[in-house]
């Protein structure tokens, strides 16, 4: 426990690492620490930026996807308008080819009868004419001209 | 273990001597191969196990934390970075909480007070008689494992830190304030004698009552290793109580090295505090 030169000796040794940690130690591990702490901030601050950003979005999506089904809707609405509308349509147009087919029809049948009745009444008067010759050839005769238009009759 | 051919007192002796290196009475330099010897060396003399294990753990300290600083990176930390880095850290918030002022010497000087007394202390805890036993069987006479045990270096690292302290003071304050700190006060400037003389013993109880704290505190836990070892040779149940005893005793002192290395380190940073401020 004698005191001697290794006090001297202990304070140089001291001196030296002192100044070689004060050199080459602390300063590398301080800036890393302080370069880790800035890093984690930031990314701690770009978390939340992503957070906000992800909320903003999904609102975003969602406003999107309710603008959509109201348009979607609103398109189907349209397009039942329009079909029902189609099918008037169609239905107007069947009615209206429907009843010129009949007024065709009608126009057709009665053009028809009314040949018919032309002929008809050709064949009556022909049929008049050959009575009447008939009656003119064998004389007048009240009883015989009687039936003779008597038959004339039931013939018309 | 205390050895056959030893007396315990002979015993606690050889293991309280330092191996000691300087002029030998007959005029040679050497090695002292007595407590004698060693004493009759005078100021002039290195104790080469004090120094030689002083600057092995140092350097030991200095390569690990420069290999952590030349890998430190923003990145993810690995095992010996994470384990430095916490240190840095620690010791950096002891600085800001002690420390006002601005110095980028400070917070290094007090990783490096912390870490490599932390060290000293800690080849207390190596049992006693490995190192003394190695050394004797490589022919070395004494060898003192513990370097905070030796008040050179308590003494030593103290004067370091007074020298800051005054360097500090006159830088930070000038001649004038820092004659001024030391004779005006408390009394005034009618009381200066009174004022240097108390002023006077707050400074250099500074530099004293930090390397004798330490070295106090260690000397006297590797005097109680030594005395445990003692009991070993004093028969079977002496031998068991005495194993429990270093057991227990050496739990205790992983609390104490630690607390002596962070006290002396925290002191430091107070005392530098105080040289730079121009009132207190």
């Not at chain 1, 901030?41 to 979005?57: F, P, T, V």
């Not at chain 1, 008049?128 to 013939?155: P, Q, S, T, Y």
């Not at chain 2, 912390?114 to 036993?133: A, C, E, S, T």
Request: aromatic share 10%.
């Amino acid at each position: 426990m004698n005191i001697n030169l290794t006090l001297i000796g202990q304070t140089i040794t001291f001196a030296l690492f002192v100044w070689f940690c004060m050199k080459f130690i602390w300063p590398p591990i301080v800036n890393a620490l302080e370069a880790r702490r800035k890093q984690i901030a930031d990314g701690l601050a770009a978390a939340d930026r992503g957070k906000h950003e992800l909320e903003l979005s999904a609102k975003r999506a969602s406003e999107t996807l309710h603008d959509a089904k109201i348009k979607a809707s609103e398109i189907i609405a349209q397009a039942e308008k329009r079909a029902a509308q189609l099918i008037d349509e169609a239905k107007e147009a069947a009615k209206g080819e429907g009843e010129r087919q009949i007024a065709a029809a009608q126009a057709e049948i009665e053009q028809e009868a009314y040949r018919a009745r032309e002929q008809l009444r050709e064949q009556v008067a022909a049929l008049v004419v050959a009575g009447a010759e008939k009656v003119l050839r064998r004389e007048v005769d009240a009883k015989a001209h009687a039936d003779l238009l008597e038959a004339i009759k039931n013939e018309l | 273990m205390a050895g056959e051919a030893h007396t315990s007192a002979e015993y606690i002796k050889h293991h309280l001597q330092n191996l000691a290196y300087g002029q030998l009475p007959d005029g040679t330099w050497g090695i002292a191969h007595s407590a004698a010897e060693a004493k009759a060396m005078g100021f002039w003399a290195i104790h080469l196990d004090t120094l030689g294990i002083s600057i092995v753990l140092g350097v030991l300290f200095l390569y690990f934390f420069r290999k952590a600083a030349t890998q430190a990176t923003a990145g993810v930390p690995g095992g010996l970075q994470n384990f430095v880095e916490w240190v840095v850290e620690f010791i950096d918030s002891s600085v800001r909480g002690s420390f006002s002022g601005r110095n980028p010497l400070v917070a290094p000087l007090a990783l490096t007070i912390f870490i490599w007394i932390f060290l000293l202390n800690l080849m207390d805890l190596v049992p006693i008689d490995w190192i003394p036993g190695l050394a004797t069987l490589l022919g070395v006479p004494f060898f003192k494992l513990v370097p905070t045990t030796d008040p050179n270096a308590t003494f030593g690292m103290a004067i370091g830190v007074f020298i800051l302290v005054l360097y500090y003071s006159f830088k930070m304050k000038g001649v004038g304030g820092f004659a001024a700190e030391l004779t005006l006060q408390p009394f005034g400037k009618w009381g200066m004698p009174a004022n240097l003389l108390l002023e006077g013993v707050n400074l250099i109880a500074k530099p004293i009552s930090l390397a004798l704290r330490l070295f106090g505190n260690l000397y006297a836990g590797e005097m109680i290793f030594i005395l445990i070892a003692l009991m070993f040779s004093g028969g079977a149940v002496l031998f068991l109580t005495g194993g429990v005893l270093q057991w227990a005793w050496a739990v205790f002192h992983v609390l104490i090295i630690t607390l002596q290395a962070f006290i002396f380190m925290t002191l430091t940073i107070v005392y530098l505090d105080m040289a730079h401020q121009e009132h207190h």
